[in-house]
């Protein structure tokens, strides 16, 4: 065998273990109920954390309202301080030109020196030492005043420095505060994934296995896709009949274009006015139907079997839904209406008219498993680049 024949066997048998579908254990009765156990202990951690947080949220405003009494405060001593030094300049100003005017009667008049007549007219020795001690006794009360009013002057403009550094402090420690506050928020808010909340999973959940075992009478270890009225498709459909990608999938890593933050397991599909019918993506079953979500809005997830691959799709941001669960679904069936700008009003993680399009590996129709096997949809369609082009059905 050739080279050149070798590496083009080789290259087929890479390709070939690339677009062989990814094999998910087969779902039963039994492990329902072990994701339903898992979601209520998600549940009760995630009140216990939630309550938590109410509790540090309300510690923390509290802090932050007595730092801004603090800071009303620290912001009136800094202008009585200010007053202060006012008055105490007055007072010094005042003293040295009560000061000055005694100098000039005390030295100076007519010509002559009148502190030296007053201490030379004295009648003897001992009134010229009295009179000497008078004099002295003034002047050094002038001066110590004058000393007194300067060090009151000096304590306040410290006191002032001390007083605007504390006021700085306390902004400083009011922003940390607030900072610390968004922050609690946010992971309040966060304590709902993209998707129905952990309470609407729980019972949907319920009604799945409700479904499965009294409906369909599955046996508890069997393969649910073997009992399921899930009918068989042989390809796939866009979910748009035209379009273009406004958001790339990233599975749990950070959305680089959305302020949201956290990861995204579907791609977004937009170009089209709010409105624009959404289609099944392929025969299939609706899974479940979701409505009014804070972090989702009206959702769709449907469960596929194709090409013998178990498959779930999920549809969110629609601004009306036309089909309801259980019921049985074609690539021709219009399941809603895309939203996602309107919808905004309720729907908290949308910034404009979008589908969000996600698939995953097996029967998943809550959030975090489905987020768990989800994969990106392009391994599966071809869609041109973000903003690069549009795709059609």
Known sequence: MGDKVKKVVISIMILSIFLIPMKVEAKTLNDLYDELEQLENEYNQANSDKK???????????????????????????????????????????????????????????????????????ESYTDFIYRYSIVTQMSGYNNKLMDELETLITNLENKKVELANKQKE????????????????????GFQELGASLEDDIADLKDQIDYYENTLNCSPNQDLTTCSDTPY????????????????YTGYEERPDWSGGGGHHAIDLSCVPEG??????????????????????????????????????????LL???????????????????????????????????????????????????????????????FPPMYGGYFYR
């Open 170 to 189: 306390l902004e400083q420690k009011r922003e940390e505060s607030i900072e610390k506050t968004n922050k609690l928020r946010a992971n309040l808010a």
């Open 233 to 248: 498709a042989k390809g796939w459909k866009y979910p748009l009949a035209y379009g273009c990608v406004t958001s790339e």
């Open 320 to 382: 009306t839904v036309y089909v309801s669960n259980k019921q049985e679904v074609t690539d021709q069936t219009v399941i809603g209406l895309m939203g996602g700008g309107s919808t905004a009003s309720y729907d908290g993680c949308t910034g404009g008219a979008h589908l969000h399009f996600g698939l995953s590996y097996g029967h998943h129709s809550n959030s975090g498993s489905f987020n768990a096997y989800s994969f990106n949809p392009r391994d599966i369609f071809y």
């Open 52 to 122: 938590l947080t109410d509790e540090q949220i309300k510690a923390l405003e509290s802090e932050i309202a007595t730092i801004n009494s603090n800071i009303t405060q620290a912001k009136e001593d800094i202008t009585q301080a200010q007053k202060d030094i006012e008055d105490s300049n007055k007072k010094i100003e005042e003293k040295k030109n009560e000061t000055n005017e005694l100098m000039k009667f005390l030295q100076i008049t007519s010509g002559g020196n009148v502190y030296l007549e007053y201490l030379f007219e004295a």
């Open 276 to 317: 624009t019918p959404v289609y099944a993506a392929a025969a299939g079953t609706v899974a479940r139907v979701s409505l009014y979500n804070s972090c989702g809005g009206n959702i769709v997830w449907i469960n596929h079997i194709v090409n013998g691959q178990a498959y779930t799709t999920v549809y969110m941001h």
